[in-house]
């Protein structure tokens, strides 16, 4: 209760009348008798946290109910694994399953079983046994994962195989199968170790391992060879994967996959993703592990007791900005004699939305096809004729056939009567000159019109002279026959100008073709 004044009196200094100090100090009283005998004290000041945050002798700039300087953390991201063997605590990589052992745990502790981490202070709970206890007593150890050293043991009130911390701080616990009730799930009391059951039944089977990802309220628990997902709040049970038996069991927050180790060898881990009902083994750790913790915080770079995530990072990298600068990752030359801000943030913002253009455009949430600096949706106004969302000058890449950086679509929409360098005669969608020029119709006559669209009268135009030489000769059977099969007309191939080409101009082709009169 001392602490709760102490923090009064920092708050509230005497200088401040008194009628004031009173009707805050009634507050505070107000406060404390409402808060729950189970309320979290991640800083150890023997004040609540949540009082410290409703007085203001804690900040919460992320705004996840917990003091700024609980969320600092030296090891932001951390997988923790106890040994079945010997007790050892040890750090894991979650890219590689490469271990480093922290300390094999004191206080006599001989084997390990569940690990959980609490999802405010971030402590270590491990479910362990002794030297000296019973071999049916499982205790709880809070675990010092900087050192693997132990600071408490408490009696668990039964025999517990996993833990798993749900993100209101209440600590889940599964029984053991080799215990009554197997696979029965409890609350563990924090301060004495009594587990009160949930009347929520898990599996019954061996492995016996839990996890609850942060912010829900379900559990997977694994039994026997499968994992489940149990609601918490009705006890309802899924069967979601086939798991070749697991030893241990969390909850990776940084990829949404759960963690597991096999309990064939007893080293392997696996990532495990619920929907689609696989696991891939991504590496082994050499030693059995019974349970396996994540820890997630933020690092204080700049050592200003300010979390990293709560400060300015216009780079969007995950490093604030001074540290960017002090540590030498971005260059601060702009302006001359810097500014502390990391170059690559110099730039504009031309859609408003807070994040500087370069970085938009090097993160890929914004395009730059022209490569000028400038996202693509800033470029728009007067420069996307299709209105597709594609700057014009983009757009011309391979359909700009007249290079006049005009998409072809937009030349033939806004086409002026007469202008043939966008008129679009055979309405295939490519301006007539660009037939022309890429051999796709035949001009003979010379006057910008494809041959097909001089129907009727082709005049200047020779019938039967396919390659415009003024000559019907052999070289002319081959693209003759081009036409006639896929039925295009061309006045060249309309022999007996019908308007048509089809086998009835065949036979009228042979004459000029032999050279006789008709």
């Known amino acids: 209760m001392l602490s709760y004044f102490a923090a009064f009196r920092g708050v509230v200094p005497r200088a ?61 991201q951390g997988l923790f694994g106890v040994s079945n063997d010997c007790g050892a605590l040890f750090q894991i990589s979650s890219a590689t399953g490469a271990r480093s052992e922290r300390a094999v745990m004191d206080q006599n502790v001989q084997r390990g079983f569940g690990l959980a981490a609490q999802p405010v202070t971030r402590q270590l709970f491990a479910v362990v046994s002794t030297q000296t206890s019973t071999s049916a007593a499982r205790l709880l150890a809070r675990v010092d994962r900087d050192t693997g050293a132990v600071g408490s043991l408490t009696a668990l009130s039964t025999r517990l195989a996993d833990i798993a911390f749900h993100s209101d701080g209440r600590l889940f616990g599964v029984r053991d199968f080799r215990g009554g009730n197997v696979g029965r799930l409890e609350t563990v009391n924090l301060a004495n170790g009594a587990t009160t059951a949930t009347g929520i039944q898990g599996q019954v089977g061996q492995g016996q391992s839990i996890a609850i990802p942060p912010n829900t309220d379900h559990l997977f628990h694994i039994s026997g060879l499968n994992l489940f997902r149990i609601d918490l709040d009705n006890g309802g049970a899924e069967a979601v994967a086939l798991v ?119 993160q890929g949430s914004s395009l730059d096809c022209n490569a000028d ?77 494809p041959d097909e669209l001089e129907f009727p009268g082709c ?24 036409f006639l099969i896929a039925g295009r007309f061309t006045c060249q191939a309309d022999m007996n100008q019908d308007g048509l080409v089809n086998m009835d101009d065949a036979s009228d082709f042979i004459d000029p073709l032999l050279d006789v009169e008709p």
Not at 378 to 388: G, P
């Open 16 to 76: 401040f009348p008194y009628p004031f100090r009173l009707a805050v100090l009634t507050g505070l009283l107000l406060a404390i008798s409402s808060a729950p005998l189970s309320a979290q004290d991640c800083n150890a000041n023997g004040v609540p946290d949540g009082i410290d945050l409703s007085l203001g002798t804690s900040a919460d700039c992320n705004a996840n109910a917990a003091p700024d300087e609980c969320d600092i953390v030296a090891d932001p």
């Open 244 to 362: 070749p038996g697991a030893t241990a069991l969390s909850f990776n927050p940084l990829n949404g996959l759960l963690l597991g180790c096999l309990r064939s060898g007893g080293s392997r881990l696996i990532n495990l993703d619920p929907q689609t009902e696989s696991f891939v083994v991504f590496g082994e750790t050499g030693a059995m592990l019974n349970g396996l913790a994540f820890v997630v915080g933020s690092r204080d770079c700049n050592g200003n007791a300010l979390p990293d995530d709560c400060e300015t990072d216009c780079n969007l990298n995950g490093v604030p900005d001074d540290c960017d600068v002090d540590g030498a990752t971005s260059s601060d030359e702009i302006p001359p004699g810097g500014d502390g801000i990391p170059d690559e943030c110099q730039s504009g913002d031309c859609n408003s939305n807070g994040v500087p253009d370069t970085i938009e455009i090097a």
């Open 373 to 449: 600096g400038v996202p693509d949706e800033c470029e728009l106004v007067e420069n996307d004729c299709n209105t597709n969302a594609v700057p014009d000058d983009c757009d011309v890449a391979g359909l700009d056939c007249n290079f006049n950086k005009f998409p072809d679509d937009c030349d033939i929409a806004f086409c002026a009567p007469g202008d043939q360098l966008c008129a679009d005669g055979n309405e295939n969608g490519i301006p007539d000159l660009c037939d022309v020029l890429s051999g796709f119709s035949l001009d003979c006559n010379i006057n910008g019109t």
């Open 459 to 482: 005049a200047g135009i020779r019938l039967g002279d396919m390659n415009c030489d003024q000559r019907v000769n052999g070289v002319d059977i081959q693209p003759f026959l081009e």
